[in-house]
């Protein structure tokens, strides 16, 4: 088992700046086929990818957030990070990260990014 938390989510203004971390209780990318990804869920709609990030350090990202967004790692910490800037008010929903490790997929609980107008 693997536990993810979320942290760093919060309240702000539109074309604002936040960075979202996600720490794992173990080591993570140990595999070459794990991966890590931010997924983001709004009220009513389905969970969507935002962005993902492989053991070998491949990244991809939802056409919604490119050049917005930016996802990193730091494997001494065993943390992932979501980098956001130019925040738009569609932005706003509940941001998950998820470890796929082995086959398996484990979520964390999720931090709420609120951006207003």
């Known amino acids: 088992q693997v536990q993810l938390v979320e942290s760093g989510g919060g309240l702000v203004q539109a074309g604002g700046s936040l960075r979202l971390s996600c720490a794992a209780s173990k080591t993570i990318f140990s595999f070459t086929r794990d991966a890590m990804a931010w997924y983001r869920q709004a009220p009513g709609k389905q969970r969507d990818l935002v962005a993902r990030?492989?053991?070998?350090?491949?990244?991809n990202y939802a056409d919604s957030v490119k050049g917005r967004f930016t996802i990193s790692r730091d494997g001494a910490k065993n943390t992932v990070y979501l980098q956001m800037n130019s925040l738009k008010p569609e932005d706003t929903a509940l941001y998950y990260c998820?470890?796929?490790?082995?086959?398996?997929?484990?979520w964390g609980q999720g931090t709420q990014v609120t951006v207003s107008s």
């Open positions: 998820k470890f796929s490790h082995l086959g398996n997929d484990y």
């Open positions: 990030i492989t053991s070998g350090g491949s990244t």
